[in-house]
């Protein structure tokens, strides 16, 4: 059974910084694209990031480019979201998904929450 | 880019059949041919219910299909239950619709 279970979601000020956390498993986590996918209060869903099995390509919304960055260790089957210079828009659920190419987001994890306020 | 278009609500009565519609542009939705389609509960995470436009996971009932034209993808649920009353969102080139809930009245 694939789980997926976000952590490191917490309440920050505005400009301020967090890590998530993914821990994946139930499949072979290595061989896999994987991203974050967000939704904020009442809102819909927006992709955030996502990168390639060895994590080498990268791909990011333009709304957090510079600011976080994503990345993956396949020895301990994590992935990772950090987020820096965090602003009032990036309150939201944090998904890590599992993506089976093609931007198809086939599992995704309970969600961890970021509130950015002062 | 700007999300893809979905009416904010639909509705209808168990065992009828109700269409979800997703607009987007050529750039997306009229040549992608992995347009995916997720339903969320409230308070739970999304779960994917179609793929590559008309494709159906492991264990999503067959009352559930997609389909599309131009550019505008759609969601079919047929012989609606009660259980199918939740939101549903469309997906193309990492791009989200604004969700549709679903209400069976």
């Excluded at chain 1, 089957?77 to 987001?105: H, P, W």
């Excluded at chain 2, 168990?14 to 040549?31: A, E, F, K, L, Y």
Aim: glycine content about 10%; proline content about 4%.
């Amino acid at each position: 059974e694939v789980q997926l279970v976000e952590s490191g979601g917490d309440l920050v000020q505005p400009g301020g910084s967090l890590r998530l956390s993914c821990s994946a498993s139930g499949f072979t986590f290595s061989s896999i694209w994987m991203a974050w996918v967000r939704q904020a209060p009442g809102e819909g869903l927006q992709w955030v990031a996502n990168l390639n099995q060895d994590g080498k390509k990268k791909y990011y919304v333009d709304s957090v480019k510079g600011r976080f960055t994503i990345s993956r260790d396949n020895a301990k089957k994590s992935l990772y979201l950090q987020m820096n210079s965090l602003r009032d828009e990036d309150t939201a659920i944090y998904y890590c998904v599992t993506d089976r190419g093609y931007d198809t987001f086939e599992n995704w994890g309970q969600g961890t929450r970021v509130t950015v306020s002062s | 880019q700007s999300a893809l278009t979905q009416p904010p609500s639909a509705s209808g009565s168990p065992g009828q059949s109700v269409t979800i519609s997703c607009t987007g542009t050529s750039s997306d939705v009229g040549n992608d041919n992995h347009v995916s389609w997720y339903q969320q509960y409230p308070g739970k995470a999304p779960k994917l219910i179609i793929y590559e436009v008309n494709e159906r996971p492991s264990g999503v009932p067959d009352r559930f299909s997609g389909s599309k034209s131009g550019n505008t993808a759609s969601l079919t649920v047929s012989g609606l239950q009660a259980e199918d009353e939740a939101d549903y969102y469309c997906s193309s080139r990492r791009l989200f619709g604004g969700g549709t809930y679903l209400t069976v009245l």
